[in-house]
């Protein structure tokens, strides 16, 4: 029997109500603004472009070698891009403000995952979140604003520990945290290659949340609703 269930965080939990296109144009408004702020100017399609670039410059170390490039390395790789070399901390703090909005902005939770919680919890399982993430607080706030928090019994961020999904180090600390070991766990998440296949790498289980159907997996699903049918399934 199961004793714990590890989520994920982004589209899992929480989506973007807009697309990437829209999200990334929106957040470097609010890069602008802030550079304008302090003096810089550049036109809106500068400041996307440095966005875009430095972004995919950590995502392709992120997911080369799943190691973690917390945010306030991302921006001052985004400086660079601008030939800005300011990193005094009240501008610093100012960016990250502004390149966090999004979050908070321009998401909601999925629907029922409030629900799906709580039912866990009914159940008498813990929580535990695991998450690809390059900050922590605004996390905490966003879950907190969409009262999902309170369920969690532990949160393992790869901005702490350093690793992203899937490497097993990353799970390790999340089986730690709640004193539990891969035969009494199961992952639920959206991503195939870093949820399904580092939990499944590590002999836990893994529910797969997504409408995709290229790939033949016996426990996936589109609705949170049914994912805590298939927990008690497969227990």
């Not at 966090?100 to 399982?125: Q, R």
């Not at 797969?208 to 290229?214: E, M, R």
Request: net charge negative.
């Amino acid at each position: 029997m199961f004793k714990v269930v590890f989520v994920d965080f982004w589209k899992t939990l929480i989506a973007p109500i807009v697309d990437e296109q829209e999200y990334f144009r929106f957040r470097a408004k609010c890069l602008n603004d802030v550079l304008r702020d302090f003096g810089y100017s550049f036109d809106m399609d500068k400041t996307l472009l440095a966005h875009t670039s430095s972004r995919r410059i950590c995502d392709n170390i992120r997911e080369s070698f799943f190691i973690e490039i917390p945010l306030n390395l991302e921006l001052r790789i985004f400086l660079s891009l601008l030939n800005i070399f300011n990193r005094e901390p009240e501008f610093m703090d100012r960016l990250r403000t502004a390149y966090m909005l999004p979050l908070f902005n321009l998401t909601s939770p999925i629907k029922g995952a409030n629900k799906f919680l709580e039912d866990l919890k009914s159940y008498g399982f813990k929580i535990g979140l695991i998450s690809n993430v390059y900050i922590d607080l605004e996390v905490i706030e966003v879950l907190k604003i969409y009262d999902l928090y309170d369920f969690l019994d532990s949160l393992t961020l790869s901005c702490i520990v350093g690793f992203r999904k899937p490497r097993p180090e990353i799970f390790k600390c999340a089986l730690i945290s709640l004193s539990s070991d891969p035969s009494k766990s199961i992952m639920v998440g959206d991503d195939y290659n870093t949820d399904i296949i580092g939990a499944l790498n590590l002999g836990m289980k893994a529910i797969w949340f997504t409408n995709d159907s290229s790939i033949n997996y016996p426990f996936k699903t589109n609705s949170l609703e049914n994912v805590l049918d298939i927990i008690l399934k497969i227990s």
